[in-house]
Nanobody, 123 residues
Framework: VQLQASGGGLVQPGGSLRLSCAASGFTLDYYVIAWFRQAPGKVREGVSCITSSGVRTYYADSVKGRFTISRDNAKNTMYLQMNSLKPEDTAVYYC?????????????????WGQGTLVTVSS
């Protein structure tokens, strides 16, 4: 069972990145999917979540209107499209899943975690 995150990098303020997280060893169909981030010196925080059905999505206030979470169950992959990036978005981003239909902002709720991908927003 593995989650492989990718897509991080260095981007200028106002730019965009799309993070991907590919699952292997299990199928995502019945799993809720979430993205968390941890900035230097700060605790890990929930960024976004999408229910197993894909019907409901949730976003932290700090990213609403700029980030979009999605899932492609056929590819067993989840995504986080990040637009209008700000320096305060700089962090290591983690994907996570839980075998549940519902989202939670608590990182202890999630069973599987990706290794993290670094996003740096700087000019």
């Amino acid at each position: 069972v593995q989650l492989q995150a990718s897509g991080g990098g260095l981007v200028q303020p106002g730019g965009s990145l799309r993070l991907s997280c590919a699952a292997s060893g299990f199928t995502l169909d019945y799993y809720v999917i979430a993205w968390f981030r941890q900035a230097p010196g700060k605790v890990r925080e929930g960024v976004s979540c999408i229910t197993s059905s894909g019907v409901r999505t949730y976003y932290a206030d700090s990213v609403k209107g700029r980030f979009t979470i999605s899932r492609d169950n056929a590819k067993n992959t989840m995504y986080l499209q990040m637009n209008s990036l700000k320096p305060e978005d700089t962090a290591v981003y983690y994907c996570a899943t839980a075998k549940s239909g519902l989202c939670s902002s608590s990182d202890g709720y999630y069973d599987y975690w990706g290794q993290g991908t670094l996003v740096t927003v700087s000019s």
